[in-house]
């Protein structure tokens, strides 16, 4: 979970207490809701094998298939869980702990190995999409590359100071690209060695997200709009025009062209929201209401964009995103 | 502790008691290391950065405008090295939001960026951070670097938090952001009382690379 998931993990707290349940906009179909005891604060989708993950705080980890919902694998991991990834195969789960371990297990919970990465817990996982790495943050230090296979440390990135609030890598997983909490972009290639950074953002980047054709990022953040930059050289492509609110999350959807985006209104904690862009015409939208926490996205098997909330009965929701 | 001369020579050396190894008799060089052991300081606690850091902000140590509602704060403090030294020519990076517990996104109200002297001192006036939903307690965010120390990035706590009731060592857990209570400072009231404002040291310690 990085700093700022932190920050809207507690700001929900007072959202989910403070609005009614309301209906999802029309334009997303509900897939399944899924209860469980515990209210689970992050989920990974594995790829386009049809499974997903989800973690609760306390440790308790789910294996689900979708659309069915139906759990496959269900145990409770050592520590408090902070982050949590799924490899594409869905070969390997990575689950961040608040002791600053990451341990690898497969989809039923069987343990593979594990890495002490910090004194400080684990703020995000992400695999690249060929297994080969594993990207690790602190929200004190820089992004770690871990070998997911042999538990050997590749490189630790850079940062001026502080770490890493979002990663990504490339859909061919030659690039690794940071958005990072001294405000700069920064893009590595898969050993490490610093490819391209952008430092013309004032406010922090929440969000870094790959386009499929794996030259462009998009990055979302404090000031409140989606800026594209190359992945070659770093530069600034262009901005969106800006939205009211600062953005926290921000995924690029497999068209290439829609952001899914999570909007918290710094201000007043109170205003809420999902947002499709479109990179195309400029447009945005709405695509959900206050009183659910976005905490995931992903594909499932027919390559369905699906993106997951969690309500105030602790619900899980998985929604599918029209075309 | 017994220590050998070489142990001894080379605590010395990176304590910066000796710059060169001249024939000291060993129990002059464990005074020596004894004595500077006894003005190390300990690096102060990290805390997170986030959310709403700002890169360039002015150097200005009066955040407080004429007229700024809230209760006018000053800030004092001195940068050291862990070895007890003073820091010149650190940069002090400082935000936080406004009396009602707003940050300024668009501007740099209440954001400031010092430098400090040969002294290692620095100081702003600005007013007493408000609270906001998503955060416990009032603070304020402290991103610190110079050559060749560890950059700290921390934040700065008052011991008058309402949220503490009072009573700071038991109740500074309330804010799970809060890493350490040494984080948590006293507040003191100066001046009169047509012209009071909160008074905080916060002294700052940054490890070596």
Redesign the interface.
Same mark, same amino acid.
């Given at each position: 979970m990085t700093g700022a998931a932190r920050w809207i993990t507690t700001a929900v707290a007072v959202l989910i207490s403070s609005f009614a349940h309301r209906a999802m906009a029309e334009d997303l179909r509900k897939l399944v809701t899924i209860s469980t005891p515990e209210k689970i604060s992050t989920v990974s989708v594995c790829g386009t094998t049809g499974l997903v993950a989800g973690a609760a705080h306390d440790g308790a980890i789910h294996v689900w298939k979708l659309p069915s919902g139906e759990q496959v694998a269900s145990w409770k991991s050592g520590a408090p869980v902070s982050a949590l990834a799924c490899s594409f195969d869905g070969k390997w789960l990575a689950i961040g702990d608040e002791d600053g371990a990451v341990k690898i297990t497969d989809p039923a919970g069987k343990f593979v190995r594990m890495f002490a990465i910090a004194h400080a817990a684990v703020d995000n996982v992400a695999f690249a999409p060929d297994g080969s790495l594993l990207a690790v943050g602190t929200h004190e230090n820089p992004v770690q590359l871990w070998n997911p296979g042999t538990g050997l440390r590749v490189a630790e990135l850079h940062t001026d100071f502080s770490g890493s609030t979002s990663v990504d890598f490339a859909p061919d997983s030659s690039l690794v690209a940071t958005a990072d909490a001294d405000t700069a972009i920064r893009i590595y290639d898969r050993n490490g060695k610093l490819k391209a950074s952008y430092t013309g953002l004032l406010l922090e980047p929440f969000a870094i997200s790959f386009r499929p054709n794996g030259k462009e990022v998009v990055v979302g953040g404090a000031d409140s709009t989606l800026s594209i930059l190359s992945a070659e050289d770093g530069q600034l492509i262009r901005r969106l025009p800006k939205s009211p609110d600062p953005i926290f999350n921000a995924v690029v959807l497999p068209d290439g062209d829609r952001v899914l985006s999570l909007q918290v209104d710094a201000a007043t904690v109170r205003n809420f929201s999902v947002t499709l862009w479109n990179l195309g015409t400029n447009e945005r939208r709405d695509v959900a209401v206050a009183g659910k926490h976005l905490i995931g996205y992903g594909e499932i098997s027919n390559h369905q964009p699906v993106m997951f909330t969690v309500d105030s009965d602790s619900s899980l929701t998985a929604w599918a995103i029209p075309d | 502790m017994r220590l050998a001369r070489r142990e001894l020579l080379s605590k010395c050396m990176a304590l910066g008691v000796l710059t060169s190894t001249a024939n000291l008799l060993p129990s002059a060089l464990a005074a020596a290391w004894q004595e500077k052991e006894k003005s190390r300081l300990a690096p102060t606690p %990290?805390s997170?950065?986030? /959310?709403? #850091?700002?890169?360039?902000a002015p150097s200005n140590s009066a955040m407080r405008a004429p007229g700024d509602p809230g209760m006018p704060l000053v800030v004092t403090g001195q940068v050291f090295s862990s070895r007890g030294e003073l820091i010149p020519s650190a940069i002090v990076e400082i935000w936080q939001t406004n009396h009602e517990g707003? #940050?300024d @996104?668009d501007g740099y109200h209440y954001r400031t960026k010092l430098t400090t002297p040969a002294d290692g001192n620095y100081e702003f006036s600005s007013v007493m951070p408000g609270h #906001? /939903? %998503?955060?416990v307690c009032q603070h304020i965010h402290y %991103?610190v670097?110079a050559p060749g120390y560890r /950059?700290?990035?921390t934040q700065l706590y008052f011991a008058t938090d309402p949220v503490f009731e009072g009573d700071p060592d038991k109740n500074f857990v309330r804010d799970p @952001?809060i890493t350490s209570r040494e984080l948590v400072r006293p507040v003191t009231l100066v001046g009169d009382p047509k012209d009071i404002h909160a008074a905080v040291k916060f002294e700052l310690v940054l490890e070596a690379m």
């Open positions: - | %990290a997170e950065l986030g /959310p709403f #850091y700002k890169r360039l707003l #940050y @996104l #906001y /939903p %998503a955060r %991103a670097t /950059p700290l990035v @952001l």
